[in-house]
């Protein structure tokens, strides 16, 4: 059974080299947790692989009515959603 608060903390660089660790760090968090805290603090840079990888994160919690919660978000990473039209998604997982 998962145990209630999981978080995981992204790396500076979010692209297609450290978009696979990403999607095994997520995917390890999803199996043990209910709730994923993401801490997005420390991203300096965000392509658009990461971010959908993020999106397909809280979409299977959603799916089964668990959470993600984006924390600290940097500049970088709320440019990152809102560059793709994505403000909406980040102002509902995002604590600020």
Known sequence: MP????QVELAEVLDLTTVQQLREDLAAAIAEHN????DASKV???GTPAIQV???AGRDLSA???KVVIT???????AAFRDLGL???FSEWSEE
């Open 44 to 46: 300096e840079r965000a």
């Open 54 to 56: 993020v999106l397909a």
């Open 64 to 66: 089964d009515n668990r």
């Open 72 to 78: 600290k978000a940097s500049d970088v990473f709320r």
């Open 3 to 6: 145990s209630l608060l999981g």
């Open 87 to 89: 403000d909406q998604q």
């Open 35 to 38: 709730i994923i805290h993401i």
